[in-house]
């Protein structure tokens, strides 16, 4: 049976046609003697442990591996960037509230694998269209000190009428603590004296992000 080669196989059956490692050894374009392209990137991604991994290495950990140099090591690097700026991209131009998927998908993809906790906040218009989007404060794995005066000052410099926050877990479980549940309280009061809404607060784990506001948290 013919071996068709990645470019080959998305002429013509697209890109659902391809596994990881085909689509990995398209941005490759070349493999390294003796592999081909599909054959390195079959090695990339069981060294990694597939394309998360791959794509979350740092610079020095890519050039060592054998095959990658700095001009495949910063291709891939730049697809991780380009999906995320995509994500940005598109939720700056939505209403979170109309497209929570997207709002989703942005939040894990800034805060999901960072190895320490970090609260961010999404700045909304009266509208609740997206206004800007910040990461306040950074702790350590244990937890990280939310201050609700900085997140109110920095929502009357954005002139914000709305917020939605989230902050990563690193141990991965998405679950609200309590610790959680009181700085929200917190947050809502202290943004409400300026008649600001706190929309929602998510915790952004493995899997899907918990919203407190669906939990009836809020």
Do not use: W
């Not at 997207?102 to 694998?113: A, N």
């Not at 947050?187 to 600001?196: M, T």
């Amino acid at each position: 049976m013919e071996q068709l080669a990645p470019r080959e196989k998305l002429a013509r059956g697209g890109f659902d046609a391809l596994d990881d490692a085909e689509l990995l050894a398209i941005i490759l374009r070349t493999g390294a003697a003796p592999y081909s392209a599909t054959r390195l990137a079959e090695n990339l991604l069981r060294g990694f442990g597939g394309l998360r991994g791959l794509l979350l290495a740092d610079r020095d950990e890519l050039e060592r591996q054998r095959g990658l140099g700095p001009v495949k090591s910063a291709q891939l690097m730049a697809v991780l960037e380009l999906s995320r700026r995509y994500l940005s991209e598109v939720m700056l131009r939505s209403n979170p509230l109309e497209s929570p998927d997207v709002t989703e998908q942005y939040l894990k993809s800034v805060l999901r694998d960072s190895p320490n906790e970090v609260f961010a906040c999404l700045f909304l218009d009266t509208r609740h269209r997206v206004i800007a989007f910040e990461e306040l404060f950074h702790g350590t794995i244990d937890g990280a000190t939310v201050y609700p005066r900085v997140v109110a000052e920095k929502a009357l410099r954005h002139r914000a009428a709305a917020l939605i926050v989230a902050h990563n877990h690193p141990s991965g479980v998405s679950e609200p603590s309590l610790a959680d549940q009181a700085i929200t309280r917190r947050l809502k009061e202290a943004l409400a004296l300026l008649d600001i809404r706190l929309l929602d607060h998510f915790v952004i784990g493995e899997g899907s992000p918990v919203s407190m506001a669906a939990r009836g948290l809020i």
